[in-house]
């Protein structure tokens, strides 16, 4: 669970709110690639990354709704929980990025989806090429 969390920290450094996304899309392409991964971006900006002969597809969207200071995130921890200092967390779905990103480093037969722009409308799942 300590990588999951070190992988969310890791997310919530780089700019992802809905419609600017364009740095957050590099680097889970970049990320899937140097582990091996087949990756897809299409028009929509939904990353499809495939790897060995996977019998289950992980989907988790990649943009966030930024509130307050957001995209400029500054953590700290109270009570045992993450939390974000004058913004949005970009936990919903940041933790299942970070999950995926852990399940990409661990096995060898996966399918990862993550989608664009979902916080405004589902937009990438909607026009989903794959």
Same mark, same amino acid.
Request: glycine content about 8%; hydrophobic content about 40%.
């Given at each position: ?18 419609? #600017? ?54 953590? /700290?921890?109270? %009570? ?11 936990? #919903? ?13 661990? /096995?060898? #037969?996966?399918?990862?989806? /993550?989608? %664009? #722009? ?13």
């Amino acid at each position: 669970m300590k990588e999951v969390i070190e992988n969310f920290k890791k997310l919530t450094q780089i700019p992802h709110c809905s419609f #600017d996304t364009v740095k957050m899309r590099d680097f889970l392409s970049t990320f899937s690639q140097e582990r091996g991964f087949k990756t897809q971006i299409d028009k929509a900006g939904n990353i499809h990354c495939v790897k060995g002969s996977p019998k289950v597809c992980l989907q988790s969207h990649y943009d966030m709704v930024c509130m307050g200071n957001a995209p400029k995130i500054e953590l /700290f921890e109270e %009570n045992g929980f993450l939390r974000a200092k004058n913004s949005s967390l970009g936990a #919903d779905n940041g933790i299942g990025v970070a999950i995926m990103m852990q399940m990409m480093k661990e /096995f060898d #037969d996966l399918e990862c989806l /993550f989608t %664009n #722009d979902e916080e405004v409308g589902l937009l990438g799942a909607n026009a989903l090429e794959h």
